[in-house]
């Protein structure tokens, strides 16, 4: 997950949700702005909006080739994967 500066100047930081045992319950996203103690340090690393969109869009081109190798190896080796032979 990234931190992303939005074009307000407040930014996106990647935060999870933990029960009482220590388990992770969720992940998000929280907003936070210049007047928060970790902005100046979270800012330094941040990504804009346009350049996170654009390596998740390069994620899901790579995704897809992944896709096609993957059904083009069930159709040669059937859903058990050839390891019964």
Known sequence: ?????????????PDSAMSGDGRVLGDA???IGPDDD????????????EEYEERRRGWREGDEQLRRDFLDYLARHGADGGWRE
């Not at 902005?39 to 804009?48: F, S």
């Open 1 to 13: 997950m990234f931190v992303i500066r939005l074009v307000n100047g407040n930014l996106l930081v």
């Open 29 to 31: 996203y929280v907003e």
């Open 38 to 49: 970790a902005y100046e340090r979270l800012a330094a690393e941040a990504v804009t909006q």
